[in-house]
């Protein structure tokens, strides 16, 4: 089932369009909004266009730095998980069916 995701920012609301439930939906537009909240700590200044541009470009490296770590704990999470079990099925004397 389809839902509106909707994003406030700058004080604009932005609506999408999403296949995640209302829960999921609400988590990713807080995570998002906080993340563009933390890229304009520290920035001085009025609100210009050039300045939004700026802090959501930070967010996004941002948020693409944190999902880039996650990518590569989960792969040497994974290859842990493959080379255990490898030692354990050969401890088993192999899995023969």
């Given at each position: 089932m389809e839902e509106i995701?909707?994003?406030?920012?700058f004080g604009e609301t932005y609506?999408?369009?999403?296949?995640?439930?209302?829960?999921?939906?609400s988590a990713i537009v807080g995570s998002i909004v906080n993340e563009v909240a933390r890229a304009g700590d520290g920035m001085?200044?009025?609100l210009t266009e050039n300045r939004k541009f700026i802090q959501l470009l930070v967010a996004t490296l941002n948020i693409?730095?944190?999902?880039a770590?996650?990518?590569?704990?989960?792969?040497?999470?994974q290859?842990?998980?493959t080379q255990k079990s490898a030692t354990l099925i050969e401890k088993?004397?192999?899995c023969q069916p």
């Amino acid at each position: 089932m389809e839902e509106i995701l909707t994003v406030d920012l700058f004080g604009e609301t932005y609506n999408f369009k999403t296949d995640a439930d209302a829960s999921q939906a609400s988590a990713i537009v807080g995570s998002i909004v906080n993340e563009v909240a933390r890229a304009g700590d520290g920035m001085k200044g009025p609100l210009t266009e050039n300045r939004k541009f700026i802090q959501l470009l930070v967010a996004t490296l941002n948020i693409a730095k944190e999902l880039a770590e996650v990518k590569k704990n989960h792969a040497e999470l994974q290859e842990k998980l493959t080379q255990k079990s490898a030692t354990l099925i050969e401890k088993l004397g192999g899995c023969q069916p």
